[in-house]
């Protein structure tokens, strides 16, 4: 098959690099995981080689050159700026002390001499689910993930974009309080979270809200139960599969987590009015009655005006398990994109003022700028600001 050109996405977990390919025609050109360890746990140097060995299996077993792959979309866990850089005071998956503070995707572009987009994990997943959801028009849709694992990750996707934020924090589904009445049992303490907070989604809506604050209060209302006798990590985890099997302590611990859920697509609906709400994580992949129940559950509990009933849906995240390297990839080719995009714009603009010899005030210009700008489908704010310093310059330059 021609390839003109490619991007590599990779999305880098606690123990496997998880990588995928996808073409210049937004095919993903593998079907499966292609897993190589990650080793973070032995720091950055090997970590950022073990990135290297997975960009080098994804095009050794697709059989395309290095050379066709103009961009590497990279995913890890948080937390981390919004451009790759581990947080300072460390993270669960960056024990090592090399990471703090390190920048792993400069040095993964320095490394591979090519341009690396990053996204946090949940946001990458977030922006596969928007783009097998909406495809051709996902520029034009905005959803919201939600995706349970250890804790509550997920993201926000506007215009088909992830919206990284000032800080690189927005889109923290997790860390978003919720209303917890009706939601708490009698005598039931406020859930706390890992960040500080208490009653927010991931307190009630993640594993370790299951293990911390959900069992160890249900475990008070059936002294009896078979998870009591268990350390608290290891019972935490078999709690789905006691709801499975239809266990009346561990569906009353999921109902509580699907009410958490479905109170943050309420606060989302009156936020963003997105396109679509999509649930994923662990408890999707479940046995299908229990998951069908549970998606029941979340949706029974999601408020929606009538009209945003009529407009979006709620649905689940497909392939979670390549989902964190397929939206790095599709991250990395928007951002391809959107480069051409750029170029074309500014040349156009530029054309036009030479061959009228227009010597308009710079601030038609700008709203000329600001107008193309949306045209493509950007967001307006930052492209029209340095678009519209660049002409300033040029003017200052004729006026010269
Ligand atoms: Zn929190």
């Known amino acids: 098959?021609?390839?003109?050109w490619v991007v590599v996405g990779l999305d880098n977990g606690g123990t496997t690099n998880n990588g995928t390919i996808l073409d210049s025609g937004g095919r993903f050109l593998l079907d499966r995981m292609a897993e190589v360890p990650s080793d973070v746990r032995e720091g950055p140097d090997k970590a950022i080689q073990s990135l290297v060995v997975s960009v080098e299996q994804v095009l050794g077993l697709t059989g395309v050159p290095i050379t066709s792959v103009r961009a590497v979309g990279l995913d890890t866990p948080g937390p981390a700026s919004g451009d790759g850089v581990i947080s300072s005071k460390g993270a669960t998956n960056f024990g090592h002390a090399g990471w703090r503070g390190f920048d792993i995707r400069g040095a993964l572009a320095e490394r591979l001499g090519l341009p690396v987009i990053y996204n946090n994990d949940g946001n990458s997943a977030a922006l596969y689910a928007h783009h097998v959801r909406f495809g051709a028009e996902s520029g034009q849709r905005s959803s919201v993930a939600a995706i349970v694992g250890t804790g509550l990750g997920g993201g926000i996707i506007h215009a088909g974009q992830v919206i990284k934020g000032a800080?690189?924090?927005?889109?923290?589904?997790g860390h978003v309080p919720i209303p917890l009445d009706g939601l708490l049992g009698g005598g039931q303490s406020m859930p706390a979270c890992n960040c500080g907070q208490s009653g927010d989604a991931e307190s009630v809506a993640s594993l370790t809200g299951i293990q911390n604050n959900l069992l160890p209060y249900w475990l008070t209302r059936y002294r009896h139960h078979e998870l009591g006798g268990l350390p608290a990590g290891k019972a935490a985890k078999l709690v789905r599969k006691y709801a499975e099997?239809?266990?009346?302590m561990a569906l009353a611990i999921f109902r509580q987590q699907a009410i958490a859920i479905g109170r943050l697509f309420t606060i989302a609906a009156n936020f963003l009015?997105?396109?679509?709400?999509?649930?994923?994580?662990?408890?999707?992949e479940a046995a299908p009655h229990f998951r069908?129940?549970?998606?029941?559950?979340?949706?029974?509990?999601?408020?929606?005006?009538?009209?945003?009933?009529?407009?979006?849906?709620?649905?689940?995240?497909?392939?979670?398990?390549?989902a964190g390297a397929r939206g790095s990839a599709v991250a990395a080719r928007d951002w391809l994109i959107r480069q051409g995009h750029e170029v074309r714009t500014a040349g156009i603009l530029f054309l036009r003022r030479r061959d009228q010899h227009d010597h308009d005030e710079a601030s038609r210009l700008i709203a000329l700028v600001v107008v193309v700008v949306r045209a493509a489908g950007r967001k307006a704010g930052t492209l029209a600001r340095a678009d519209g310093m660049a002409l300033a310059g040029d003017r200052q330059r004729h006026g010269s």
């Open 292 to 322: 069908d129940w549970f998606f029941a559950e979340v949706r029974a509990n999601t408020v929606l005006r009538e009209e945003q009933a009529r407009a979006a849906e709620i649905s689940l995240v497909p392939d979670l398990d390549m």
């Open 273 to 284: 009015d997105p396109d679509a709400y999509f649930l994923g994580g662990g408890v999707v």
């Open 167 to 173: 800080a690189g924090m927005a889109g923290e589904l």
């Open 1 to 4: 098959m021609p390839v003109d």
């Open 245 to 248: 099997d239809g266990d009346e």
